[in-house]
T-cell receptor
Framework: KAGVTQTPRYLIKTRGQQVTLSCSPI?????VSWYQQTPGQGLQFLFE???????NKGNFPGRFSGRQFSNSRSEMNVSTLELGDSALYLC?????????????????FGAGSRLTVL | EDQVTQSPEALRLQEGESSSLNCSYT??????LFWYRQDPGKGPEFLFT???AGEEKEKERLKATLTKKESFLHITAPKPEDSATYLC?????????????FGRGTSLIVHP
């Protein structure tokens, strides 16, 4: 079956611009999480969506936002880009039953979107 | 706050030279400890989930073990294709966050 698809794979922006990244989860997976990965900080959790609702949020400024559509596809947006936003942005989907927090949260990741801010 | 520390940060091995990667964790209860493998330019790929101390899981040359404070990923007779970054993550138990907390990973290079 198809994996998690992220677009675009690579993009270059300048400071002050905004960017929108897209993620299509595995069919049947209703939970979508976003992570930022940098060499210095590793994988940092941004937010998680389930059934079009944000269920969890990491410690990032309000410039980082996201949403989920009725077909479980998700987008994240970063406004007013800063140099420090350069990173690999990873989307992961999981089979979260009923929106509850029980069970192990095994994530299936996409290949990521590599953002460079100049 | 859940914390995960992986060591070493980087490891170079000769083909066939067995070794272990360490993942020390602090979590409020433990619902699951995960190991992922990440190749350059790709997202992490799931390897194992461990649930309780004493549990072990194997896959080809990899074996993961779990104690109450740490997990080890043992690599037996590694091959160059085992070169990757290995990530450890923990998920808290009831009342804790559903979101896994990741360590910074161990970068493994296996030389032929």
């Amino acid at each position: 079956k198809a994996g998690v698809t992220q677009t675009p794979r690579y993009l270059i922006k300048t400071r002050g611009q905004q960017v929108t990244l897209s993620c299509s989860p595995i069919s049947g997976h209703r939970s979508v999480s976003w992570y930022q990965q940098t060499p210095g900080q590793g994988l940092q959790f941004l937010f998680e969506y389930f059934s079009e609702t944000q269920r969890n949020k990491g410690n990032f400024p309000g410039r980082f936002s996201g949403r989920q559509f009725s077909n479980s596809r998700s987008e994240m947006n970063v406004s007013t880009l800063e140099l420090g936003d350069s990173a690999l942005y990873l989307c992961a989907s999981s089979l979260r039953r009923g929106g509850g927090s029980s069970g192990a949260n095994v994530l299936t990741f996409g290949a990521g979107s590599r953002l460079t801010v100049l | 706050e859940d914390q995960v520390t992986q060591s070493p940060e980087a490891l170079r091995l000769q083909e066939g030279e067995s070794s272990s990667l360490n993942c020390s964790y602090t979590v409020s209860g433990l619902r699951g400890l995960f190991w992922y493998r990440q190749d350059p330019g790709k997202g992490p790929e799931f390897l194992f989930t461990l649930y309780s101390a004493g549990e072990e899981k194997e896959k080809e040359r990899l074996k993961a073990t779990l104690t109450k404070k740490e997990s080890f990923l043992h690599i037996t007779a590694p091959k160059p294709e085992d070169s990757a970054t290995y990530l450890c993550a923990v998920q808290a138990g009831p009342g804790g966050s559903y979101i896994p907390t990741f360590g910074r990973g161990t970068s493994l290079i296996v030389h032929p």
